[in-house]
């Protein structure tokens, strides 16, 4: 009622989830007026309940692996040059929720950072409202326009980097991480970055233009 900010914390691939259920939950998070609707994944903490046998077998989940966003290096250890990373084993689909269903929920996840968070479209966003129209369907006619071909290759970019950096072997990427130079790629943000964040910053750099006609022609959409 105040106009406070308001913010939203959703996770996607939780037991039981679907294309479907995650999408209703962002729209009826977004309609509900939050201001900041923030997107995570399902990270699978050793000692949980989650991430026992039992539950995964139970909802068939298919996990990978990754580095976590800015937590690697090299670090100094009692005299000796270690090199060190953190990597999460995160839940990327499940009986309910095949992967491919998952890599279009997190290009839905890019959409509402770029279009719904932070106030950048925030005069749209008023618009729509007071209109008493959907910003979710709104936001699903940004993602359904494919005239943008600089913003359409941006979100190939994305999907194609949500992929890579998921690993299916511990081991694996354990022995990459150990690996000449590998590092430093890290360090350098060519990998390990974090996808939300460093997207929405290129698609407001590369792609503003585009974005304008686009947000303009899709309003004009939905009205």
Known sequence: DVGANSYC???LALPGDSR?????????AISAGFNQVSTFQLML????????????????MDTRFRVFPRCF???DVLGKRVIAAEIEEICVGSSTLPFDDYLQCR???????????????????????????????????LGNNTSAARF???????????RDELWDDE???????RQDGSI?????????????????????TECGEELAVLVRDCTLDLL
């Open 152 to 162: 359409e290759n941006l979100k190939a970019d994305f999907v194609s980097m949500t």
């Open 171 to 177: 081991q694996a990427l354990h022995a990459f991480i």
């Open 73 to 75: 290096g090299y670090f």
């Open 20 to 28: 479907e259920k995650h999408l209703k939950t962002l729209e009826m």
């Open 45 to 60: 903490l050793p000692g949980s309940e989650m991430c026992t046998r039992e539950t995964r077998e139970k909802y068939a």
């Open 184 to 204: 430093d790629r890290y360090i350098d943000g060519d990998i390990g970055i974090n996808l939300l964040f460093t997207f929405k910053s290129r698609a407001m």
């Open 107 to 141: 290009v839905t996840h890019l959409m509402i950072a770029i279009f719904h968070n932070d106030g950048i479209f925030g005069t749209i966003l008023k618009f729509i409202r007071q209109h008493k129209l959907s910003v979710f369907r709104w936001l699903e006619l």
């Open 9 to 11: 914390e959703t996770i």
